[in-house]
């Protein structure tokens, strides 16, 4: 069974640096598309960005240029680099996993395997 789970979350000054860690297990041998996702309160899961089993990454326009996903294909572990973070960013920060292709970031919410979650707020 696919385990993830997320840590690095915390609370930063707008302009400041995170960087979320996604810890997976259950794999197996199987290839993954794997991505990040957030909630902010009263609000929508957002998808945010994705990379691919052959490291293709699509990334959401509110988080372009800013955030970049990586992931540890020996170590099982996804990333989140997040820079120049902004009070808009404040929201829980989930990973996820799905055996299939999508090839599009707004796809992550809804894929099958999800992290508990970790929280990122950003303010003064």
């Known amino acids: 069974q696919v385990q993830l789970v997320e840590s690095g979350g915390d609370a930063v000054q707008p302009g400041g640096s995170l960087r979320l860690s996604c810890a997976g297990s259950g794999y197996g041998n199987r290839r993954f598309s794997m991505g990040w996702f957030r909630q902010a309160p009263g609000k929508k899961r957002e998808g945010i960005a994705l990379?691919?089993?052959?490291?293709?990454?699509t990334y959401a326009d509110s988080v372009k240029g800013r955030f970049t996903i990586s992931k540890d294909n020996a170590q099982k572990i996804l990333y989140l680099q997040m820079n120049d973070l902004r009070p808009e960013d404040t929201a829980m920060y989930y990973c996820?996993?799905?055996?299939?292709?999508?090839?599009?970031?707004?796809?992550?919410?809804?894929?099958?395997?999800r992290g508990q979650g970790t929280q990122v707020t950003v303010t003064n």
């Open positions: 990379i691919e089993h052959d490291g293709e990454t």
């Open positions: 996820a996993a799905d055996y299939r292709a999508y090839r599009d970031y707004r796809s992550v919410p809804d894929f099958d395997h």
